[in-house]
């Protein structure tokens, strides 16, 4: 039997913690070896390092521990290690599919690490509650993901020794690691599918002007639309959301020389461009109006909007972000690197396509 | 400073551990106190209980801490005080934005009582190495939050002695509790909105037929059809995915009794059914199909889609399995308990509209 603790959820609002504890008789790894008939150290592997124990010996020390309750305290190790194995990871959007996957992506990873991810919903306006817990867990390192996040959050961490890697953004500083996919290039792609369509008209609808990612999408769109001779002739700012990518639509297509093709930064504003262009100005996609988005997110594949988008390799964003998280230490500290992963634009029905040859 | 931890990542695939470790002079809370001017118990209180220190207090104490770089250490406490304050939170399908929802509900809940989410995302296939995984963390409870999760794993953490909550779904153990939407009542809804709009052809489309909710789901539509003399004349299997709700919705359009309306067992496969017919049936929605789902996750409301559903109320599920997991145990064990969360019918488009009065 593990420690059998009962929790009163009333202690968590006073100070008058009151936790009744039953404390059955502890089995440890020496018991287990010995019922298994393997090594101790055997036993602690196929605890933590399972995958260098055979099959037959994993189930074998499994079945043993199962029957006399026992499982280690990772807890007790991480102070006599002075490690907890545990990454904070604090998510910001998860109603954004993308954000949704990309922490899917790295919760598998960690835990074929044998790591585990201590989850920090963000709430913007709670972020400095939020950082002291997160230092308290003493975790070994912190995985930042979301476009809209603080930058004082991984400062914070940064400076109490933990290391910090951004995911889906960068900051000026350079003490911060970032993982980002080419916006500037992936934009790029986007500004050539245009030109190549023959569309004049084009608009660029950005999200969050603050953030790296809308910025170098933009400057990525502009840069590669000049080499064609074309510029944006009209831009909006739909704050990455759905609700923000309506309101940005209804401004730009009520302009007498509405755009004949839209680059959304992100696919919640390209697919809410989608609905508004179709229900309130009863256009077609993409003979009236091409839409590009932004993420290849889930959204983008679905029927209603087969959304041509940019991917955003998001396997290789979570495993770029663990390396360099957890990348051997060999001076007194690393260099801080901002990782690009290309990107790849996907083609589909929402712009105009070429056609089969 | 806090510790100083630099992490090998090849230290995790060897039994050759290699830390090297960096430690500062540790201030502790008695340095804190000192500079801000407040008992030890303030700083504590600031740390633990913030909702019981004043903002101007909070603020002082932050700053002195900051200063000083200190930050407590939530696991050395846990040892202390035989919890860790560490809630285990399995998830098995990100990709569906109810969960995406309910896992962000649930995490901000924690964290505002001051517990955190240990997050571990479940491969069904993995199941078996990610219990040890989790209990090795000594949670103080465990939230298992999926349609198709096995109970083996709920089983195996309340024998470890470790309380467990299931969301979504129940066993038929009853060892375990559980936080489920109602969903016979919510089923009876869409069939009482089917037989009062007239439709007589009807189709189900069940998702995982072991899951809990799908064979509710089922239950309540059929039986609430039988009390206005109808019943279900198609059936297909779409496994709760958008694939698998494609396939399905093939298999049900192409019979010569198409059905006038379905009811999918959740979003996914409705908005999947609604694109099939859209795209390989040409039907009007909800013209020549009406679609029903269920949880009016953010799927439901896109334009696109319009879909009627059944909201399952996300907040009221994840405050109900918090306060189960942590009620206040005042016998031995606490007896297992199914809690039934209301839903309520969410009326669009994809259903045919009441006219107005």
Chains 1, 2 share one sequence.
Not at 144 to 154: D, E, N, V
Request: charged share 20%.
């Amino acid at each position: 039997m593990c420690r059998l603790v009962f929790v009163d959820a009333r202690a968590y609002n006073s100070t008058n913690i009151n936790i009744r504890k039953s404390m059955p008789s502890r089995t440890n790894s020496n018991d287990v070896a010995r019922l298994a008939g393997v090594s101790r150290s055997t036993v602690s592997r196929v605890f933590t390092d399972g995958a260098y124990a055979s099959a037959e010996t994993s189930e074998r020390v499994m079945k043993a521990a199962d029957q006399l309750g026992y499982c280690p305290n990772a807890i007790a190790r991480s102070l006599s290690m002075n490690r907890t194995s545990l990454i904070g990871v604090i998510v910001g959007e998860l109603d954004n599919p993308f954000y949704a996957d990309i922490l899917q992506v790295i919760g598998v990873k960690l835990q074929q690490r044998r790591l585990a991810s201590l989850l920090f919903v963000a709430n913007p306006s709670a972020m400095d509650t939020l950082i002291p817990q997160v230092l308290s867990y003493r975790v070994d390192g912190v995985i930042i993901s979301g476009a809209t996040l603080s930058s004082k959050m991984a400062l914070r961490c940064q400076s109490a020794g933990i290391p910090v890697v951004l995911v889906n953004r960068y900051t000026d500083s350079d003490l911060i690691s970032s993982v980002v996919g080419d916006n500037v290039d992936g934009a790029g792609q986007v500004a050539r599918l245009f030109a190549e369509r023959g569309y004049r008209r084009i608009g660029f609808m950005a999200g969050l002007p603050e953030a790296s990612s809308s910025r170098d999408r933009e400057h990525g769109f502009r840069i590669k639309l000049a080499d064609f001779g074309l510029s944006v002739s009209a831009r909006e700012v739909g704050s990455f959301t759905l609700e923000g990518g309506a309101r940005a639509a209804r401004a730009m297509l009520c302009r007498p020389d509405r755009p004949e093709a839209v680059f959304c930064a992100n696919d919640m504003m390209a697919t809410a461009t989608i609905d508004i262009a179709r229900t309130e100005f009863n256009l077609r996609i993409p003979e009236d109006l091409a839409v590009a988005g932004y993420d290849n997110s889930s959204l983008a594949g679905m029927l209603a909007y087969q959304l041509t988008s940019v991917d955003q390799n998001t396997t290789l964003m979570a495993e770029a972000a663990l390396e360099n998280l957890l990348q051997p230490s060999l001076g007194a500290k690393p260099p801080a690197q901002v990782v690009r992963i290309p990107s790849k634009l996907v083609e589909r029905a929402s712009t105009t396509l070429l056609a089969a040859n």
